[in-house]
């Protein structure tokens, strides 16, 4: 079963139940992996504390021309919609991080003076934090591109297990393929204005992908009742709703994780899975 | 002409909130939302809209049935298993490449082009605001960040100002390369949390990879000074500017609440730190 973690809003609280949800369904021999998507600013790792044992570098596919068989006829250019390769004159410019992999210029060349090279997205590293698997990617600083080193990250999903997505904020692609082939997403939000907007968002984006979810409301007590208003009004189940607490605020700030100051949260979250378990039934 | 762009690495650090009183507190400028896939700065600004555009993205490929003859060249040659068995062509999956538009031998796939969202230029109670709305689950997030931008900087220029502040989006990919580059100054808002402190120094290394001046504050300083002072110890190491410390205050959420930016709402600690953290940023800004 794949659960996956996502918000629209960042900040509201998605790494604090992805964490928490996995360490706790571990605690119940159930066979976990974690998998931290959000691979722009990764921070599960603070709080897993996994030990990383393989590392490896994760590469987009980008031309690369022999400029002694191009004649300078400029398909290539013509073919590709991202103006990742241009030909001015006697000069053939690519600009690698435009570049979205399709091959075409490649395959469109009539001289075969094209072939594929390599561009660094980032690493994807594996590691165990107790019984849990985990799996995380860093983007590259400077590379814009995070939709390719999300598959690598998901490439590792393992059948019987659960996997657990830690998915990045937003709406837009990489949020998309974080969340793709997913059995349930859990959008975790605050009860404030910009969480519900934001909600409203990510609840549209979960239907397009038609995958089932519910909400989480972390700091429940904040703010105002319009994010309650609106599940209720949309039909969308409660699953959890947690407290704002100075304790837990504190904790998350040194990267301890809320079941371990307060263990009686293990439970909960083991309801949690529970409560979507039954769902998918 | 100054571009200040707000970032933060780490989401709902309270950048948001921060540019709305900036809105309230800067005179002569032009606002611009470059957090298109989650936008909220208007929840605050209350723009009355005076244009609207159609945000026009990728192309998306289609087959015609009637046409094709399900030779199987355009399976083989996408790289992204966009299109099904059954000749279908799945839009999430489909980049817009045009391979398969290409090289279908009997011309039978369509290459239109996307509306991936809206833009549009508003009116507030602070001055002009430049916004737009990504549609849902679409591509080109930094395309229309650069929209709204430009759109930004053309509007101060008709209007005589010489400043354009631009909240930005969280995480360091596409949308956040499009909302720093080329900007005069970088703010950064982070928290005193690890997370914080971890995604801060990856996104500073963004603003340095682009050698953009960079500030940072610290918001909800008081959750963790011990980890505030390393945030300041890290700015000094490498070389950026550290401007502010704002105190957790629940005023901040009242006033969300309020559709009001902090500075109108609250005579508070944090509206007061918000002012001197403005000052801060208005002198650097005239450097």
Redesign the interface.
């Known amino acids: 079963m794949i659960i996956s973690i996502a918000s629209g809003k960042g900040g509201t609280g998605k790494t604090t139940i992805a964490t928490n949800l996995a360490v706790s369904l571990a605690d119940q021999k159930e066979k976990v992996q974690f998998l931290d998507c959000d691979v722009e600013e990764p921070n599960a790792h603070l709080f897993l504390k996994p030990e990383i044992y393989e590392t490896k570098k994760i590469n987009a596919l980008v031309p690369k021309v022999d400029k002694d068989k191009c004649d300078f006829c400029g398909k290539c250019a013509e073919i590709c919609q991202f103006s990742a390769i241009a030909v001015i004159g006697n000069t053939v410019l690519t600009f690698p991080e435009l570049c979205h992999s399709c091959k075409g210029c490649v395959m469109v060349c009539p001289k075969d003076a094209i072939t594929d090279t390599e561009r660094e997205l980032g690493v994807l590293e594996k590691g165990r934090a107790g019984d849990i698997e985990f799996i995380h990617g860093r983007l590259r600083i400077g590379e814009a591109m995070s939709p390719p080193l999300i598959k690598a990250v998901k490439e590792t999903i393992k059948p019987n297990h659960i996997a657990i997505i830690d998915a990045p904020p937003g709406t837009s692609c990489p949020v998309i393929t974080a969340l793709r082939g997913s059995d349930f997403t859990i959008l975790v939000t605050e009860p404030t204005p910009f969480g519900l907007n934001d909600l409203i968002l990510a609840v549209e984006a979960v239907r397009v992908l038609g995958i089932p979810f519910g909400i989480v409301i972390n700091r429940s007590d904040v703010g105002d009742s319009r994010v309650v208003e609106y599940a209720h009004q949309e039909g969308i189940p409660i699953l959890l709703e947690i407290t704002d607490q100075r304790k837990i605020a504190e904790a998350y700030s040194k990267g301890i994780m809320m079941t371990e100051v307060f263990p009686e949260w293990k439970e909960k979250f083991q309801q949690l899975y529970q409560q979507i378990k039954q769902r998918e039934l | 002409m100054k571009e200040l762009t707000i970032i ?6 309270g950048k ?1 909130s921060i540019v709305a009183s900036f809105a309230a507190l800067a005179k002569d400028k032009v606002m611009a939302d470059g957090d ?3 936008a ?1 700065l208007h ?1 605050i600004l209350a723009p009355d809209i005076k244009h609207e555009e159609d945000f026009k993205g ?2 998306t490929a289609r087959i015609n049935h009637d046409i094709c003859t399900e030779c199987g060249e355009c399976i083989e ?1 996408c ?2 298993n966009a299109i099904a068995p059954d000749f279908v062509v799945n839009n ?1 999956s489909c ?5 398969c538009v ?2 279908c031998p009997v011309e039978a796939i369509e290459f239109p082009q996307n509306i991936c969202g809206k833009w549009y230029i508003s009116e507030t109670r602070f001055g002009p605001l430049v916004h737009a709305r ?1 549609g ?4 080109n ?2 395309m229309l960040v650069t929209l709204v931008r430009n759109q930004a900087r053309i509007l101060a220029e008709e209007r005589g100002f010489d400043l354009v502040i631009i909240d930005g ?9 499009a909302a720093t580059t080329g900007a005069s100054v970088v703010l950064i808002v982070t ?6 402190l ?2 801060l120094k ?2 500073g ?2 603003a340095a ?1 682009f050698k953009i001046p960079t500030l940072i504050c610290v918001n909800k300083y008081d ?2 000074p011990d ?1 505030t002072n390393q945030i300041e110890d890290h700015a000094k190491k490498h070389n950026m500017h550290f401007v502010g410390r704002i105190p957790y205050d ?1 005023a901040v ?1 009242h006033a ?2 309020a ?1 009001k930016s902090l500075v109108e709402f609250s005579d508070g600690n944090a509206a007061q730190a918000v002012r001197e953290l403005w000052g801060r940023v208005e002198d650097f800004l005239k450097i």
């Open positions: 933060s690495g780490k989401g709902g650090t948001t298109v896939d989650a909220d929840l990728g192309r040659r790289q992204f999430i980049e817009g490449c045009g391979v290409y090289f990504l849902i689950a679409e591509e997030s930094g989006p969280p995480g360091i990919g596409c949308p956040v390369i928290e005193p949390t690890l997370s914080g971890h995604d990856r996104v290394s963004l990879f959750l963790n980890i629940r959420t969300m609440v559709g």
